[in-house]
């Protein structure tokens, strides 16, 4: 199924906020990287949306901040937001960007929409300086059939999210092939009481495009019936797996 990130793109803006423990991550994956000063530094992301991500790092490091994405939609919210960073049109698997441009190269919960990851890996290489750092978050099988409350919810998302995620082992094998060394692997989550199921109402979320509407439909139902007794026990969808990566030296 087609998603219209342009369509959703408002949705996205309204609800969609940074993962404290996601951004923490990025920092540490960071840490060591920044030239003598942090003001010179250059940071990329992959799938930036409507930039929540972008200018909280850009916000907390003073670095200078590139953001690209295929919906115009969501760039425009992006650009709505803040003229802190540069935001343009982009794919993952095509960088309009010279040979090492960027200190470090990130994407989070967007490595399920390239076609190509393979190339991606290697264009992300060959962007970043000798030295430097790719992030992508993204969700393990087991946290897509975990998901609290989506996969509680909405059982029926689990199939095609699991049909469209990469398993990590793949990633691992992607980047080292691309040329990356040192590759990690962490997990962080935020747990939570949801007390407000707007966000599912208004389908913030990709995966609720997936599914049929009776299907999401039965879904909220439960989650009203189930908030009537109080908040919903949650974990932070954005939670997932980070793989690190820092390029071998170029010769």
Known sequence: MHIDYDQIAAEYARHRQV?????QALHQAAQGLWRTSQRGSRVLEVGCGTGNYLLALLASTGCEGWGIDPSEGMLAQARARSTAAHFGLGRAEQLDFPDASFDLMYSVDVVHHVSDRARYTKEAYRVLVPGGRLCTA?????IIRHRQPLAVYFPETVEPELARYPRIPALYEMMSQAGFAEIEEHSVESSYALDDIQIYRDKAFSALHLIAD???????ARMEADLEQGPLPCVAPISGTISSAAPRSRT
């Open 214 to 220: 009776e299907d999401w439909a039965r879904g909220i």
């Open 138 to 142: 993204t969700d393990s099988e087991w």
């Open 19 to 23: 993962h404290p423990g996601m951004l």
